[in-house]
Each structure stands twice: as C-alpha cells, then as structure tokens.
T-cell receptor, first 112, second 114 residues
Framework: ETGVTQSPTHLIKTRGQQVTLRCSSQ?????VSWYQQALGQGPQFIFQYYREEENGRGNFPPRFSGLQFPNYSSELNVNALELDDSALYLC???????????FGEGSRLTVL | AQSVTQLDSQVPVFEEAPVELRCNYSSSVSVYLFWYVQYPNQGLQLLLK??????LVESINGFEAEFNKSQTSFHLRKPSVHISDTAEYFCAVRNMNRDDKIIFGKGTRLHILP
C-alpha cells in the first residue's frame, strides 16, 4: 500500500508566476484535502475534494484552485503568486470527507 | 466556528523527564479532537484522537491525552520523553455535528535536552 506522495518537493517561483502542485492519494482513498503551512504556523485548510468535486473551502482567495482526477489524485494551482504564498503545502487523503487524514511530506514553495 | 489554541510555541524538557503540551479549543458544538506529530522534514502523522467514550486516549509510543469538556482542553502528556520525541506537535479539532474540516493549532515544538 503506497502512501500519499507529493511533487515537487521543493520549488522556487517569482512573484506573479503560477504554480501547480501534485498529490497522489493513498490507495482506496477518494478524498483529498490541501493545507498551507507557513513557517512557524499550523496547517491552514485550503480546500477539500471528494469524488472530483470541491467539498469545502477555507479562507483562501480564488487564485487558489484545485482539481481531482478520476483516479483521485489531485492538483493545487496558485495563480499570480505573492511573497506570502511561500509555505509548505500539504496534501492529505482520507477514505471519505470525515475520515482520518493521511499526509504527504509536502511541497515547499518559495516565492521571490 | 471552532478554534484551537496551543499555549506554548516551544517546550524544552530534559530526556526522561515528563512533559505536558497544552491545548484548548473553542466550539459551539461537540467536537472530535486530535494530536498530530511532525518530525523534521516530514509530513504530519496522527498521534492519537478522541472521538467518543473514554476521555483518556493513548498512543502506541507512550503519549496520552485527556479530553476535559468543562475546561475545553485536550492536553498531551508523556511521563518520560526520549530524544526521538523531538518534533512539532499539533492539536486539532473538528466539529462533530457538521461537515466542517479539521482545524489545527499553531503547534508546539518539543525540544529534548540531553
């Protein structure tokens, strides 16, 4: 059974650029949640996808968007990057929307 | 909406000494409570959870937490810490009666001193 995998592990972008982060969910899981963890902070909920539909969203602007594919993998897209978007982005999959979260190791984004 | 407060950003403790990491929450409805651990350069792992039943829950590596409804707390304790316990610990809460998502505290970094 493979766990949650995220790519890339690290990346550097400049202000105004766009980024796509990817997540493969754990086998058998149909739900993916994305979190942003800024330095020294706890993870902040961005949104959740359940069976390819958005199923809840945190307090993030529309330039944060996502997708879930038929195999339940997921993408997080961020447009018009800002310096404050620098953070560790965590993906977590679960058996269902209220199930235990299983986290990947994260994608560390630096915006210069 | 629910919220979580972790009162200590860092806790230094000597090896083999006891430790308590504090967590308080606020919510207008009943909640589920969680502690997650993040080892250096890794993702978060579930350490233990309270869903219902006994208010004292334990993990496989010697940690325990007690749900105290009157004090809205879910403090994490271990009677004797090891150097391998060095990590960041996050308390989290989710409302029981709604489709709300898990909300995390800011975390407490546990430093084990030799």
């Amino acid at each position: 059974e493979t766990g949650v995998t995220q790519s890339p592990t690290h990346l550097i972008k400049t202000r105004g650029q766009q980024v796509t982060l990817r997540c493969s969910s754990q086998s058998g899981h149909n739900t993916v949640s994305w979190y942003q963890q800024a330095l020294g902070q706890g993870p902040q909920f961005i949104f959740q996808y359940y069976r390819e539909e958005e199923n809840g969203r945190g307090n993030f602007p529309p330039r944060f968007s996502g997708l879930q594919f038929p195999n339940y993998s997921s993408e997080l897209n961020v447009n018009a990057l800002e310096l404050d978007d620098s953070a560790l982005y965590l993906c977590a999959s679960s058996l269902d929307p209220t199930g235990e979260l299983f986290f990947g190791e994260g994608s560390r984004l630096t915006v210069l | 909406a629910q919220s979580v407060t972790q009162l200590d950003s860092q806790v230094p403790v000597f090896e083999e000494a006891p430790v308590e990491l504090r967590c308080n929450y606020s919510s207008s409805v009943s909640v589920y409570l969680f502690w997650y651990v993040q080892y250096p350069n890794q993702g978060l792992q579930l350490l233990l959870k309270y869903l219902s039943g006994s208010t004292l829950v334990e993990s496989i590596n010697g940690f325990e937490a007690e749900f105290n409804k009157s004090q809205t707390s879910f403090h994490l304790r271990k009677p004797s810490v090891h150097i391998s316990d060095t990590a960041e610990y996050f308390c989290a809460v989710r409302n029981m009666n709604r489709d709300d998502k898990i909300i995390f505290g800011k975390g407490t970094r546990l430093h084990i001193l030799p």
